[in-house]
C-alpha cells in the first residue's frame, strides 16, 4: 500500500509539472485521457491512442492525475471510477488549455450514462469519445484523432477572436424538484405545493400495467392526483431514442419515451407534473435513472416537472404514512397474483376471449375499490368476489398439470409487454403457463440488504425493528391475499420465499454483489423441476446483471453440473439423474423484435421444457397410473416389491 501511495504520489508531481509547462506556453495545449483504468490505460485495451497523440507534439495528461480536490462531487453517483471522471470532467471544462480525449468499450455499461454526463459537462468545448472493441482499425483512429486536433485548434482561434466584453451566458433556468421528506413539490420561483394540491399530478410510468394501474389507483384513494401511464409502444421506444444516446438501458429509453410522449399530448400545461423514478445503489444503472431524467428536464427547458424518487438504499420507506404504504404494498401482491391469473387463463381457458373480458371486468372492480381508499377489510371482501368469479371460469385443463415457464431477469423488462416482445402471449398459444418473477421479491430483497448492512445507509437499532416490524405486516398481508385468490383454483397458495432464493444464489454469487444477478440465479435454481420446467432469463442489451446470471446459468444448468446445483438449494430433485440438461434460455431486449437465431433457441427451449414437464409430471404420478399409459407391448416386473418395466420392443 504505501508503495502504492508513493507512486501515485510521483505522478501527480510529474502531472503537475507538465501542467506548468504547458501553462507557461499560452500557444501550446494539451489532451486529458479519460476513461476507466483497464480502458484507458492498459496497452493493450487503449490500442496505443495516447501515443498516436503524443506523436503529433501534443502532451497527453491521464485524467486520474489531475489535482481534482477542489472539484465537487456528485452524491448521486456511485461509482468511484464514474466520480473520478466527472470531476476530471469539471477541471478540464474549466482550463482553457485542456481538452478531453474518453476512451470506452462497446457496451460498457457505466459509461453509457457517464459518456453523456461527461458531454454535458464540457457543453461547447470540443471533446472526443472513443468507443473501442475488436473491430476497430488503426487507420479510423488516426482519421479522427487527426480530425479532433484540428476541431481543437480552430476552437481556439475562434475562442481568441471573441470580444473580452461578450454578454456572460444567460443562466440556467433553476431546476423544479420534489422534496420527499415534505412531500412538496417547488416550482422554479420556490412556490411550495403539497402533494395533495390539485394542481400536482403524480404520473407513474409503467411498470407491467397492473403494477402502475393499481398504484395510481393507491394514491388517488388517499386524495392524490395520479394516473399511470400506458404500457410502451413503438413511438413510445423512438421518442427515448430521441432523447438518449441510445446506449442506456432500454427501460430508460422507455421511461424518458413514455414521459415525452405525455408532455407532448397533455392538457393541462400548467399542472406540477411529478414523475414517479424509484432509485437504486449500483453496480446497477438503475441507480442513474432519476439522474438522468433530471438533467434532461433541465436541459430540455420542461418547466413544472420534477423527479419523485424512493430508494431502494432506505428500503423504499421514504413515503409518509402508514395506510399508504399498507395499501401499495396490497397493490404490489394482487398485481403480482394478477399478472399469473392472466397467463393461467390464457393458456388453460376453454373460451380464452369470454375469460379475458371476465379477468378485465373484475380487475376494474379491484382499481375502483382501491381508488376508493378504502380500508384492508373491504379490500379483502372485493378480491373474496373477484376470485370466487374468476373461478367459475370453466377451464379446458388444470393448470397444476400445465407447463409452465419462470421469466426471471430484470425487474422492468419482464413485467413490459414491448420489451419482453409479448411471451406471455406467445406462449400461451404453444400450452405454457408463463409465471413471472414477482414485484414483491425486489421489495423483499430491498428490506433484506437494508438490514444486513449492505446498502449505503447505515440502520439504527430503532430502524432495524421498525423494519422487522415491517416486513412481518408485510407478510401477514401477503399470506392474507394470497389465501383469498388461491380459492380461485388459478394459483397456488405459496408465499413467497425469499431465504431459499438466496440460498439457492450465493452458492454462485456472494452476496455482497447486491442486485438483481442473484435473485435471477437464485430463482431459477430455487423453481426449476419444482414449479416450472424451463426457465428464461430476460434482460435489457447489455444489462451486467442479467449477463452475470446468464454467464452462471447456462452452465449450470447443463447436465456435467448439476450435482453443485442440487446441493445449492439443499435437496436433490430424483429427475436430475433422468435429465441431461435442464431447459434454460438468456434473451437480451432491445425493444425491437428477437431476431431470428433467438425464435430459433426458444423453440428448441420449449421443446426441452415440455419433455422436462413431461418427466414431472410421470414422477408426481402413481405408479399404476403411469404403467397405464404406457405402450401395450410394455411387461411389468415386480423387482423388490417395485414396479419396473421392461420394453419388448427394444429387445
Not at 412556490?191 to 394540491?197: I, N, P
Not at 420542461?302 to 424512493?310: G, K, P, Y
Request: hydrophobic share 40%.
Amino acid at each position: 500500500v504505501l508503495t502504492q501511495k508513493k507512486v501515485q504520489a510521483e505522478l501527480r508531481e510529474a502531472a503537475k509539472a507538465a501542467l506548468g509547462v504547458l501553462e507557461s506556453r499560452p500557444e501550446a495545449f494539451g489532451i486529458v485521457i479519460f476513461g476507466r483504468s483497464y480502458n484507458a490505460f492498459v496497452s493493450d485495451a487503449h490500442m496505443g491512442i495516447p501515443q498516436k497523440i503524443a506523436s503529433r507534439g501534443i502532451a497527453v495528461i491521464p485524467v486520474d492525475l489531475l489535482p481534482l480536490e477542489d472539484e465537487p462531487v456528485d452524491d448521486n453517483l456511485y461509482w468511484s471510477a464514474g466520480q473520478t471522471i466527472l470531476r476530471g470532467a469539471s477541471f478540464v471544462k474549466k482550463h482553457p488549455q485542456l481538452f478531453g480525449c474518453y476512451v470506452t468499450n462497446f457496451s460498457c455499461g457505466p459509461d453509457s450514462f457517464l459518456v453523456g454526463f461527461f458531454r454535458d459537462i464540457m457543453k461547447e468545448k470540443p471533446s472526443l469519445t472513443l468507443e473501442l472493441d475488436s473491430h476497430v482499425a488503426d487507420a479510423g483512429l488516426e482519421t479522427r484523432i487527426e480530425a479532433f486536433v484540428d476541431i481543437i485548434r480552430s476552437f481556439r482561434v475562434h475562442e481568441k477572436k471573441k470580444p473580452l466584453n461578450r454578454a456572460p451566458l444567460r443562466p440556467e433556468r433553476p431546476a423544479c424538484r420534489f422534496d420527499p421528506d415534505r412531500q412538496v413539490f417547488i416550482d422554479e420561483t420556490g412556490e411550495r405545493y403539497s402533494l395533495h394540491h390539485p394542481r400536482v399530478h403524480l404520473v407513474l410510468p409503467s411498470m407491467g400495467r397492473y403494477t402502475a394501474e393499481l398504484i395510481a389507483a393507491a394514491f388517488g384513494g388517499f386524495g392524490i392526483r395520479a394516473t399511470a401511464l400506458p404500457p410502451p409502444d413503438h413511438e413510445v421506444l423512438e421518442l427515448g431514442k430521441d432523447h438518449t444516446l441510445c446506449k442506456e438501458c432500454l427501460p430508460l429509453q422507455l421511461t424518458v419515451g413514455s414521459l415525452i410522449k405525455y408532455l407532448k399530448t397533455r392538457r393541462d400545461e400548467d399542472e406540477r407534473l411529478v414523475y414517479f423514478m424509484p432509485t437504486a445503489s449500483g453496480p446497477c444503472r438503475f441507480g442513474q435513472y432519476s439522474t438522468f431524467m433530471e438533467k434532461m428536464i433541465r436541459k430540455a427547458g420542461i418547466r413544472h416537472t420534477a423527479v419523485f424518487s424512493l430508494s431502494g438504499e432506505k428500503s423504499y420507506g421514504e413515503i409518509d404514512g402508514e395506510s399508504l404504504v399498507s395499501k401499495m404494498w396490497s397493490c404490489l401482491v394482487i398485481s403480482d397474483i394478477m399478472e399469473e391469473i392472466y397467463s393461467v387463463l390464457l393458456t388453460c381457458a376453454t373460451h380464452p376471449v369470454h375469460a379475458g373480458e371476465i379477468f378485465r371486468a373484475e380487475w376494474e372492480r379491484i382499481k375502483r375499490t382501491v381508488g376508493k381508499g378504502v380500508d384492508f377489510k373491504a379490500l379483502t371482501e372485493c378480491l373474496i368476489t373477484a376470485a370466487d368469479r374468476l373461478g367459475e371460469i370453466p377451464l379446458l385443463k388444470d393448470p397444476a398439470d400445465t407447463p409452465a415457464i419462470l421469466l426471471s431477469g430484470e425487474i422492468y423488462v419482464r413485467h413490459d409487454d414491448l420489451s419482453r416482445q409479448y411471451l406471455v402471449e406467445k406462449l400461451a398459444e404453444k400450452g405454457f403457463i408463463v409465471r413471472v418473477s414477482s414485484n414483491i421479491e425486489w421489495l423483499y430483497y430491498s428490506d433484506w440488504c437494508y438490514r444486513k448492512g449492505l446498502t449505503a445507509f447505515r440502520i439504527s437499532p430503532r430502524e432495524r425493528f421498525v423494519l422487522m416490524v415491517r416486513t412481518a405486516f408485510m407478510r401477514k398481508q401477503e399470506r392474507a391475499i394470497k389465501e383469498i385468490m388461491s380459492r380461485s383454483g388459478l394459483i397456488k397458495n405459496r408465499l413467497e420465499d425469499l431465504n431459499r432464493t438466496l440460498a439457492c444464489g450465493k452458492a454462485f454469487i456472494h452476496p455482497m454483489l447486491t442486485g438483481e444477478s442473484i435473485l435471477t440465479v437464485g430463482a431459477a435454481m430455487a423453481e426449476i423441476l419444482d414449479h416450472c420446467c424451463g426457465v428464461i432469463a430476460l434482460g435489457p442489451f447489455g444489462c451486467m446483471p442479467n449477463r452475470i446470471a446468464e454467464a452462471i446459468l447456462s452452465n449450470e444448468m447443463r447436465g456435467e453440473v448439476k450435482g453443485k446445483f442440487a446441493g445449492s438449494c439443499g435437496s436433490i430433485n430424483p429427475l436430475l439423474d433422468r435429465i441431461e440438461s435442464l431447459p434454460f434460455l438468456a434473451i437480451e431486449s432491445d425493444g425491437n423484435p428477437f431476431p431470428q437465431i433467438i425464435v430459433a433457441k426458444l423453440e428448441t427451449f420449449l421443446l426441452q421444457s415440455a419433455r422436462v414437464h413431461e418427466e414431472i409430471m410421470a414422477l408426481r404420478e402413481p405408479a399404476d397410473e403411469r404403467m397405464s399409459r404406457l405402450r401395450p407391448d410394455a411387461t411389468m416386473l415386480l423387482i423388490n416389491d417395485k414396479p419396473s418395466i421392461i420394453f419388448s420392443a427394444y429387445f
